[in-house]
């Protein structure tokens, strides 16, 4: 019998009140212990810190520690619910932090949907911490922001609906690729969904060496025609090189890799037989994908992943933020650059031996203890070649 999760969940939130704490890392027992914690002697650590700002990574939590930020406007499949609703989520997100990489986090819920507001809010609090993850902000809206504190701050910024997305998508292609004997530079790929992920995902393939990408969207296939923001426009620049019109049905007549981070349903079997022969299928819509896996391999999928837990190849962002945080603080780094990115993906990928490929083996277990480190090293050595880190 299936587990209710939905209820399991409220209980868990209710008994506990949520799912984080703050714990001191200091004892504080005796007078001594006070007057070392607190005052007089936590003068000395703000006397130094005052003198040279850059101590507070050697006094302070700082170095290790990340916001979780959200204006609650695009909250897993629920959408603009709001930032108090949002929170469950950002509690979540810091609890993984803590699991898988030891990175200490906090949930930050604003309540505005002002670009430069949230920006300014972001900026104003940024001495407390190492590093800023941006979840669950809709689109285009979410693409200003991160490029606006990326120009402000000189801490990693990284929108992980975004990039942890793209980064783990990659890594389940590159191995993909491998299974099917076919090279990223000849592939024809189809993506649906526009918004903040597919975007991230678009850019990060073409980074990668993909040349044939095509993007669609409620529309169909997004052209100049059908672009509706500046962000869909910009696409359209280096998507869709012949410039074609039509259904999603017709993007997908021989393509090689369909990768949904759309809705529902919107692929059919026929859909699915009418690509190039052993296709790979990424349907991620959660909780129901654009096609369910059993009809996709019925109709003829090589391969497919998806972001549920209860089938193979799960593609699960837990596998990229807390390594990419992990290495990005280590290093103190400024950014986190799409070199970065690659070397991230690569890592996840590299995990699984060529010789234990197989369709349903592409990508590592969400509990798979080597990969926050792994990601972590890769990330951490970018930053050091790409000179932005400063430990």
């Known amino acids: 019998m299936a587990k209710d999760f939905n209820s399991l969940s409220l209980e868990l939130h209710e008994k506990n009140h949520g799912k984080i704490e703050v714990v001191s890392k200091a004892s504080v027992k005796t007078r001594d212990d006070l007057s070392t914690v607190y005052t007089p002697?936590?003068?000395?650590?703000?006397?130094?810190?005052?003198?040279?700002p850059e101590d507070v990574y050697r006094y302070t939590a700082k170095r290790n520690l990340v916001a979780v930020v959200t204006d609650g406007t695009a909250v897993l499949g629920l959408g603009d619910i709001g930032p108090k609703a949002g929170m469950p989520v950002m509690e979540g997100k810091c609890v993984l932090f803590k699991q898988f990489a030891d990175v200490d986090a906090f949930p930050i819920c604003l309540d505005t949907k002002d670009v430069d507001e949230i920006v300014d809010t972001i900026c104003r609090i940024a001495p407390t911490f190492g590093g800023i993850n941006l979840e669950d902000i809709s689109a285009p809206r979410c693409f200003e922001i991160e490029e606006k504190l990326k120009e402000r701050l000189d801490i990693p910024v990284f929108h992980d609906d975004q990039h942890g997305t793209a980064i783990v998508l990659l890594a389940a292609l590159i191995n993909a690729l491998k299974v099917v004997n076919k090279k990223a530079e000849d592939i024809r790929v189809v993506i649906s969904g526009a918004g903040s992920a597919g975007t991230a995902i678009g850019k990060l393939l073409l980074k990668y060496g993909i040349r044939h990408l095509t993007f669609c969207d409620r529309s169909g296939i997004l052209s100049r025609r059908t672009a509706f923001n500046d962000?869909?426009?910009?696409?359209?620049?280096?998507?869709?090189?012949?410039?074609?019109?039509?259904?999603?049905?017709?993007?997908?007549?021989?393509?090689?890799?369909?990768?949904?981070?759309?809705?529902?349903?919107?692929?059919?079997?026929?859909?699915?037989?009418?690509?190039?022969?052993?296709p790979i299928v990424f349907p991620m819509a959660n909780p129901t994908p654009e096609i369910m896996p059993e009809l996709a391999k019925a109709a003829g999928a090589r391969i497919i992943g998806t972001g549920r837990s209860d089938y193979p190849n799960q593609i699960n962002n837990v596998l990229v933020f807390p390594g990419v945080f992990r290495g990005a603080l280590d290093v103190r780094a400024e950014g986190i650059t799409e070199n970065m990115k690659l070397s991230a993906a690569k890592a996840i990928a590299s995990l699984i031996p060529d010789e234990e490929l197989n369709e349903e083996n592409i990508i590592p277990d969400v509990f798979d203890p080597r990969v926050a480190p792994a990601v972590a090293k890769e990330v951490a050595e970018e930053a050091r070649r790409a000179g932005i880190a400063h430990a």
């Open 41 to 52: 002697g936590v003068a000395e650590p703000c006397r130094r810190i005052a003198a040279n």
């Open 231 to 278: 962000a869909q426009l910009a696409l359209c620049d280096v998507t869709n090189l012949e410039d074609k019109d039509g259904t999603i049905g017709d993007a997908l007549r021989g393509a090689d890799v369909f990768i949904g981070v759309s809705a529902p349903g919107i692929v059919t079997e026929d859909m699915i037989r009418s690509m190039a022969a052993d």
